[in-house]
């Protein structure tokens, strides 16, 4: 399946039926497995042999989906986790510890700066952010002797900054660290970052790839590329035994291609059971079947939506990786040329109360807290997200009173600008 084109991986990938089983993927609703003998299950216990004994940390429904997931990223190991951002905490935390440090680019997701900000500095794992447009000289300052990884969004939400994949890569390679790439917004549709150097990415599967608004979950892909054993002192996790596996070295026991992940099911989810269920896996893979087909209409909606809104009297500015104005036109044209995705950031004129005026209006286009869904869907940060900033401090913030962030759905291109127009002029 890995030969065939994104499409066909999209809705076969991952699962192949023998003779008279289930054409969909079964959903196997059962925490635990049966087996004949002790000493088999001892096998497992041990990592000595293949099979699943516990839902906490495997379970072949997911593995199906993270099979299908893993053949679109084009990876050599894919897992799925409960959500993205257990999928971004394993991710890191599977290769750093007290002690360690992490950069990351300051465009990223609130919760994933959260996370790295402020829970896992608790945890002894300090970080350094580097803003996407900053210099190879800044970024490589950024480094230190314990730094374990560099973390970045293809596409930041809801910055909507494109990463320079390439670039990244390469000053992280030459710190001897992975470049860890959070591609939740593009989709391995619209950009593969293990194509451009990345090592490992990592998606919030609860935007476009569920992409109904039915389940939260995450995955993590291993692209394998990365050589563990060369950098052996910085990955002790990885590179020296287990004890609590009676010693094995992943690195050694399942290679390049498989002791990232094999250690962070056997290890993170063994410890953290942050697991995906097996129904909202079964979820998961519905929506991926059209992903393909669904990404081309939102990024086309994102795109018809951002030209309508930057000709608008009433609207200050617009940011859309899409716009040729935009800063981010070149990069995303290297990255991403056949689409970015369908959210879409825009200043009403007038700030904080046109804002909540527009918003109001809003017939078709529902106010919440999500993107990337079938609906489309939209929030005014400066009185949702941020609602506890001033005027003054959402500026220092990068986000100005008036900001409206747009997740452009399925819906007809026509219905959401007529929406949108007649809402900005009540605005
Ligand atoms: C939503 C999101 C996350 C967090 O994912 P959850 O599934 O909500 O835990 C992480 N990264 C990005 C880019 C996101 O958009």
């Known amino acids: 399946m890995s030969k065939t084109s994104i499409d066909t991986r999209c809705v076969q990938g991952g699962y192949t039926p023998g003779d008279g089983e289930p054409r969909q993927i079964p959903i196997v609703q059962s925490t635990t497995f049966k087996y004949a003998t002790s000493e088999h299950m001892g096998q497992l216990f041990d990592l000595e042999a293949e099979g699943y004994f516990y839902t906490r940390l495997q379970n072949p429904t997911n593995d199906y989906v993270a099979a299908k997931i893993c053949e679109l990223e084009g990876g050599s190991a894919a897992m799925l986790t409960s959500s993205g951002q257990a999928a971004n905490f394993f991710a890191l935390f599977n290769i750093c510890e007290a002690g360690s440090h992490v950069v990351a680019c300051s465009a990223i997701y609130g919760g994933t700066y959260n996370l790295v900000q402020h829970t896992m500095a608790k945890m002894g794992i300090e970080s350094t952010f580097v803003t996407p447009d900053c210099t190879d000289e800044e970024l490589a300052a950024a480094f230190r002797p314990n730094t374990r990884a560099v973390l970045g969004e293809t596409v930041a939400n809801p910055a909507l900054a494109v990463l320079d994949i390439e670039r990244f890569a390469k000053v992280a390679h030459d710190h001897g660290v992975p470049l860890i790439v959070d591609n939740t917004f593009p989709t391995p549709v619209k950009c593969r970052p293990i194509e451009w150097g990345a090592d490992i990415v990592t998606h919030s ?107 608008h009297p009433k609207v200050d500015s617009v940011k859309f990786p899409g716009l040729a104005s935009d800063p981010y036109h070149e990069l995303a044209s290297k990255y991403l040329p056949d689409g970015v995705c369908g959210v879409v950031s825009f200043n009403v004129a007038g700030g904080r109360a046109a804002a909540e005026r527009f918003m109001a209006a809003l017939k078709i286009c529902a106010i919440e807290t999500h993107v990337a869904d079938a609906r489309t869907c939209c929030l005014h940060p400066a009185s949702a997200t941020h609602r506890q900033m001033t005027d003054e401090e959402l500026v220092a913030a990068g986000i100005d009173p008036g900001t409206v962030r747009l997740s452009c759905g399925l819906e007809a291109a026509e219905d959401l600008i007529a929406d949108v127009a007649q809402a900005l002029e009540q605005a």
Not at 210 to 238: E, Q, R, T, Y
Request: net charge negative.
């Open 205 to 311: 599967t609860t935007k476009y790839m569920d992409g109904h608004g039915v389940a939260v979950g995450g995955a993590i892909v291993d692209s394998g590329n990365f050589d563990w054993m060369a950098h052996a002192d910085k990955f002790p996790g990885l590179t020296t035994p287990d004890d609590s596996y009676h010693g094995i070295v992943y690195a050694q026991k399942f290679g390049q291609g498989g002791a990232f992940i094999t250690k962070a099911t056997a290890q993170l989810m063994r410890d953290f059971g942050s697991i995906q269920s097996p129904q909202n896996a079964f979820y998961l893979n519905m929506g991926l079947e059209s992903l393909h087909v669904r990404m081309d209409r939102h990024c086309a909606n994102g795109q018809a939506m951002a030209e309508f809104l930057s000709a």
